[in-house]
């Protein structure tokens, strides 16, 4: 059994005489070594996995100064947490508008295994992704949490979204960190 994994662009989706119609796209040197093993397994039944690389995030924004209402950053102990602004135009809450943002999950997994977090729910999601990357499957690692390893994955995708906005915010100091070296 030939198993092929990959990340593609999900490029269009199209129907047509009761078929759905789904292409991928990926630079060729990303794919070349898997180009046999897909020929093997075209136009055979297969199984396909489908999951954004990115995580939506949202922040507060103050439409009158045009400024985010909440940060994230270090803290003086090297703790990354969420910072407040103070609002300038108190009386008029319709002033703040919710902003969308995206991040690569890999941006978010790797600041969960690298920044200094104090994650409020039950699992310790850097552990979680450091035994994941060492082969260990959902499954294994939940035994320790006396969870499912469905229970497990859907708990390390909420930390993901809890991190988010974090993980953007770190991603944008170390670039500036990279382009003042």
Same mark, same amino acid.
């Given at each position: ?31 070349? =070594? ?14 396909? &996995? ?36 103070? =609002? ?27 920044? =200094? ?16 990357? =060492?082969?260990?499957?959902? &499954? ?42």
């Amino acid at each position: 059994m030939t198993n092929v994994e990959f990340r593609p662009t999900l490029k269009s989706i199209g129907v047509a005489n009761d078929k759905v119609k789904i292409a991928l796209e990926i630079p060729k040197d990303k794919i070349a =070594q898997y180009l046999g093993s897909l020929a093997m397994l075209e136009g055979g039944k297969i199984t396909a &996995s489908f999951r954004p690389e990115t995580i939506p995030f949202k922040i507060p924004y103050d439409r009158s100064t045009n400024a985010p209402a909440v940060r994230y950053d270090e803290n003086e102990d090297g703790l990354w947490q969420e910072f407040k602004e103070e =609002q300038t135009n108190l009386l008029d809450e319709n002033t703040i508008e919710d902003r969308e943002f995206m991040v690569e999950v890999d941006v978010v997994d790797e600041f969960i295994k690298t920044a =200094q977090l104090d994650y409020p729910e039950g699992i310790d999601p850097a552990n979680v992704l450091e035994r994941l990357e =060492q082969g260990e499957t959902y &499954s294994d690692i939940a035994v320790e949490y006396e969870i499912t390893g469905d229970e497990l994955e859907a708990e390390l995708n909420v930390a993901r979204d809890y991190y988010a906005a974090y993980a953007s915010a770190w991603d944008r100091k170390r670039n500036e960190g990279k382009s003042n070296d």
